[in-house]
């Protein structure tokens, strides 16, 4: 696979993700005639919870596959026993997850629970992200064979289902919450039907006698990985509690709305990680990947300053688009936000070469340092700066976790990065958007409205 091949690949995954986020996306003012704003509040709110399930249950795992399969394919050897291992792994793993929680859940139920719809909706949702972890486990191996027409089709056809069948359980029987989630765990379960049924030559669930030896290892690589994602989606959500109790509820709709159009940009960065991490896989144990590397830094980050400088010029009119005038000064929080996005891509390129020594634990530990970090610009900007110290904060500690991957991979694992070259993209970045920034401040209503 060429640099061709990989830019052809982010294209297809880039379509993909368009087309099965875009369905649940242009279906929100469904949702939202359905359900009255509390109990879309609550909806969210499931959601919430059920996303941190989400990383439990895959845990590092997707990581896990791809670098034993390719480990295995680049020996010569059949890649079967080691995946199967792995999808046994996380049956096990999310049947003891699942236990344990609804246990613990049906015990304190009176306690935590205002209503048996909320505690039947969590219920519900920690089921889905079982199914869907196993569906993650499965579908991978077509993005681990290069094959992400096969990989987007089986996305779109879950994102489909989830959709209609929550409608129609909802509109149908009247089913409400309960009958959204119904709905998207039905959907997961007829797709991983078909996933399983068309991946079963790849995979056997039948359990081994060696799988506690593979499990030590898979865990010892992917555990560190699970939880730098926990410590991410902490960075990512720890400065909407900082803006509430500091700016206030106002300040927050302000933020989130631009957070949410700034994802336009996270689409981009979403589909290089799909096409770059199986790519990165097949070369990790090669001669060139250290040459590999040090150039798609560089390529990166001057995509990156091009991306960012797109979302800054059109990030007043992205606002105007999609929300109401109020939300106008959400503007810079896209421009700045995307930044959040960018570093999160570029993890795969500064932290490869710990994917590659099996020193996962070294990524966990950077991300820990990043959160007390994240923890102490948000309490120091915040008040002050509101939405904008709150990106500023989640842009510097991540900037921050990618410079110490490079920094381990180069004086400990002799990666010889292009320092010259980064340094002056990240540069030239910092000076366009502030001068970016800066202009449209001056002139928004003369220009855009």
């Known amino acids: 696979m060429n640099f061709k091949q990989l830019l052809k690949e982010s294209f297809i995954y880039g379509l993909g993700i368009v087309f099965s986020q875009g369905i649940i996306f242009f279906t929100l003012p469904i949702y939202t005639s359905l359900f009255n704003p509390s109990d879309y ?76 719809e909320f505690y039947f909706a969590i219920i519900l949702v920690l089921i889905i992200n ?22 987007n089709l089986f996305m779109f056809i879950q994102a489909i289902l989830s959709v209609f069948l929550s409608i129609f359980f909802i509109v149908h029987y009247g089913f409400g919450i309960n009958g959204y989630f119904l709905g998207f765990l039905t959907s997961s379960l007829i797709t991983y039907s ?13 359990f081994k006698k060696t799988d506690l030896k593979f499990w030590i290892s898979f865990l010892k690589y992917g555990v560190p990985l699970g939880l730098t994602s926990l410590a991410y989606q902490f960075i990512i959500s ?27 940009s996270a689409l981009i960065i979403v589909a290089f990680r799909k096409a770059w991490w199986p790519y990165a896989m097949s070369i990790i144990n090669k001669d060139s990947f250290y040459q590999v590397n040090k150039k798609i830094a560089v390529y990166f980050l001057s995509f990156a300053i091009l991306i960012s400088t797109i979302t800054t010029v059109f990030s007043p009119f992205l606002v105007q688009i999609f929300t109401d005038l109020k939300f ?51 309490f120091i900007l915040v008040e002050k700066y509101g939405g904008i110290g709150a990106s500023l904060s989640s842009v510097i500690a991540l900037g921050i976790a990618n410079f110490i991957f490079m920094v381990i991979s180069a004086y400990k694992y002799n990666m010889k990065w292009s320092w010259l070259k980064i340094s002056t993209l990240c540069l030239a970045s910092v000076v366009t958007n502030f001068l970016l920034i800066e202009y449209i401040s001056n002139n928004i209503n003369k220009f855009y409205f």
Request: contains cysteine; positive net charge; glycine residues 6%.
């Open 328 to 378: 106008i000064n959400s503007w810079i929080i896209v421009s700045l936000y995307s930044w959040v996005h960018i570093w999160f891509g570029f993890i795969l390129i500064s932290g490869l070469v710990l994917f590659k020594e099996k020193k996962t634990s070294y990524i966990l530990f950077a991300f820990i340092f990043a959160c007390f970090l994240n923890f102490g610009l948000n």
């Open 41 to 116: 509040g609550n909806l969210d709110l499931v959601n919430t919870v059920g996303l941190l399930f989400n990383i439990i249950f895959i845990m590092g795992m997707d990581s896990t596959q791809a670098y034993y399969y390719m480990k295995d394919i680049n020996a010569n050897i059949s890649p079967k026993k080691s995946i199967s291992s792995i999808l046994r792994l996380r049956i096990v793993i999310g049947f003891f997850i699942s236990v344990i929680t609804i246990s613990i859940l049906c015990f304190f139920k009176d306690l935590f629970f205002v209503s048996s």
């Open 130 to 151: 079982f199914f869907n972890a196993l569906i993650n486990n499965n579908i991978e191996i077509f993005r681990l064979k290069f094959q992400p027409w096969t990989y």
């Open 238 to 264: 720890i400065d909407r509690f900082f803006i509430l109790n500091l700016r206030g509820a106002h300040e927050l709709g302000i933020y989130a709305a631009g957070v949410n159009i700034s994802m336009a």
């Open 194 to 206: 078909f996933v399983f049924y068309y991946t079963r030559e790849y995979f056997n669930i039948k």
